[in-house]
């Protein structure tokens, strides 16, 4: 991996380290076509947060979470380049920033 790489992947876990701290999470998320995943997370503010997450950001996070792909991955399998990949991490920031 590269460093630009590295540096997606360190912005992105700093943004999500609280995320799977309810254990029904990735339970959650194995009920295929389900977003119920969101519903267990066990920080209220987080949750509502990830409310307001577009179907692609959640998707991305599911991608690395729980299906443990790596950002490279993630941007060859969803056709983003790095730098889309980055501005969708720096706007699920700021939409999580307003409720966490």
Do not use: P
């Not at 590295?6 to 995320?19: F, S």
């Not at 295929?32 to 959640?58: A, I, N, P, Y």
Request: glycine share 4%; aromatic share 8%.
């Amino acid at each position: 991996m590269n460093n630009e790489y590295d540096q997606a992947y360190e912005d992105y876990g700093r943004m999500i380290d609280n995320l799977l701290a309810a254990s029904d999470v990735k339970k959650a998320f194995l009920t295929k076509g389900s977003r119920r995943w969101t519903g267990k997370v066990s920080d209220e503010f987080l949750r509502e947060g990830l409310s307001h997450l577009t179907d692609r950001q959640l998707r991305i996070i599911e991608m690395i979470l729980f299906e443990n792909r790596c950002v490279e991955d993630v941007c060859r399998s969803m056709d983003l380049m790095m730098s889309d990949f980055r501005s969708e991490l720096q706007e699920m920031r700021r939409t999580l920033i307003r409720y966490i």
